[in-house]
């Protein structure tokens, strides 16, 4: 049983996680509409509002003259990698197929950890990273399924490794900066890099595509806010488990919005993410990992 005390902080996460869900669909719905990096670029942008609440509500005005900026930059630059592969791979991808191959990102980072911060690989995390990538695999359907495609799975995967490595810097030098600074940073740094590359291709929005980009992005700001709180509050074990609540989330935004029931190669794959994530945070008995 989960402790009065967390109650509250466990749903914020979960609602959390439904808000990310919720900017990646709004992310696939316009994606054939308009530049990727135009979304992206508008995303970032729109995510700052809440996230720039919690920074000077918690940190103060002046929280900017106190930061390792060659950290930031780095994180930042990884998070905005991290940013576009991911939803380049939600806008060729169905949701369900997206989240069992994002999890793939604590898989990673469980072997970074043992080269780079010297965590020990015991036989639970061995199992769980074996069961988690087979999860993956199976979910990325590479066994004749017409529904995936190739370069959606390699772009998803891809953004994982990004983020691994984000959580993995983040870890190694988290006494640099509170996690809300560096979400403000990285959204700072990203929309200035989207804003960069799209500058010449920007395309006016109509009112109800402009909103629907607005609301993705003041959501996902809502939601890092959320996930930061959780992660601040819960224990790792039990903050841990409410990431899976957006395979849940992935298959019912599919199947409402895009019309995309799960196969059972992604039902089997989802389950054995699932049993892996179970056993990690059950059996693990180090539990930090990120």
Same mark, same amino acid.
């Given at each position: 049983?989960? @402790?009065?005390?967390?109650?509250?902080?466990?749903?914020?996460?979960?609602?959390?996680?439904?808000?990310?869900?919720? &900017?990646?669909?709004?992310?696939?719905?316009?994606?054939?509409? +308009?530049?990727?990096?135009?979304?992206?670029?508008?995303?970032?942008?729109?995510?700052?509002?809440?996230?720039?609440?919690?920074?000077?509500?918690?940190?103060?005005?002046?929280?900017?003259?106190?930061?390792?900026? @060659?950290?930031?930059?780095?994180?930042?630059?990884?998070?905005?990698?991290?940013?576009?592969?991911?939803? @380049?791979?939600?806008?060729?991808?169905?949701?369900?197929?997206? +989240?069992?191959?994002?999890?793939?990102?604590?898989?990673?980072?469980?072997?970074?950890?043992?080269?780079?911060?010297?965590?020990?690989?015991?036989?639970?995390?061995?199992?769980?990273?074996?069961?988690?990538?087979?999860?993956?695999?199976?979910?990325?359907?590479?066994?004749?399924?017409?529904?995936?495609?190739? &370069?959606?799975?390699?772009?998803?995967?891809?953004?994982?490794?990004?983020?691994?490595?984000?959580?993995?810097?983040?870890?190694?030098?988290?006494?640099?900066?509170?996690?809300?600074?560096?979400?403000?940073?990285?959204?700072?740094?990203?929309?200035?890099?989207?804003?960069?590359?799209?500058?010449?291709?920007?395309?006016?929005?109509?009112?109800?595509?402009?909103?629907?980009?607005?609301?993705?992005?003041?959501?996902?700001?809502?939601?890092?806010?959320?996930?930061?709180?959780?992660?601040?509050?819960?224990?790792?074990?039990?903050?841990? &488990?409410?990431?899976?609540?957006?395979?849940?989330?992935?298959?019912?935004?599919?199947?409402?919005?895009?019309?995309?029931?799960?196969?059972?190669?992604?039902?089997?794959?989802?389950?054995?993410?699932?049993?892996?994530?179970? &056993?990690?945070?059950?059996?693990?008995?180090?539990?930090?990992?990120?």
């Amino acid at each position: 049983m989960i @402790k009065k005390s967390y109650v509250i902080p466990f749903f914020i996460a979960v609602i959390g996680y439904f808000f990310m869900v919720f &900017m990646d669909a709004a992310i696939k719905v316009l994606g054939d509409k +308009y530049d990727i990096f135009q979304l992206l670029f508008l995303n970032a942008v729109f995510s700052l509002i809440p996230i720039s609440f919690f920074v000077l509500k918690f940190h103060g005005i002046h929280f900017f003259k106190k930061q390792n900026y @060659k950290f930031q930059i780095v994180r930042g630059l990884l998070h905005s990698g991290g940013f576009f592969f991911v939803l @380049k791979g939600v806008i060729l991808l169905p949701l369900a197929v997206v +989240y069992p191959i994002l999890f793939s990102a604590p898989l990673i980072l469980l072997v970074l950890s043992h080269f780079f911060l010297k965590d020990t690989i015991n036989t639970v995390r061995v199992t769980v990273i074996i069961l988690g990538f087979i999860g993956v695999i199976i979910s990325a359907e590479p066994f004749g399924g017409n529904t995936v495609s190739v &370069m959606g799975a390699i772009y998803v995967f891809l953004g994982a490794l990004c983020i691994a490595i984000v959580n993995l810097i983040t870890r190694k030098f988290e006494a640099l900066a509170s996690s809300y600074e560096t979400a403000f940073f990285s959204m700072v740094i990203s929309s200035s890099i989207f804003l960069f590359v799209m500058s010449s291709n920007f395309e006016v929005m109509s009112f109800q595509d402009l909103s629907i980009s607005f609301a993705g992005g003041f959501f996902a700001g809502l939601g890092v806010s959320a996930i930061i709180y959780g992660a601040r509050t819960l224990p790792a074990a039990i903050f841990g &488990m409410t990431s899976y609540f957006q395979l849940l989330y992935g298959a019912i935004f599919g199947w409402l919005i895009f019309y995309q029931l799960p196969t059972s190669q992604n039902i089997i794959g989802i389950c054995c993410v699932l049993i892996a994530g179970l &056993m990690l945070f059950i059996l693990d008995k180090q539990k930090k990992i990120g």
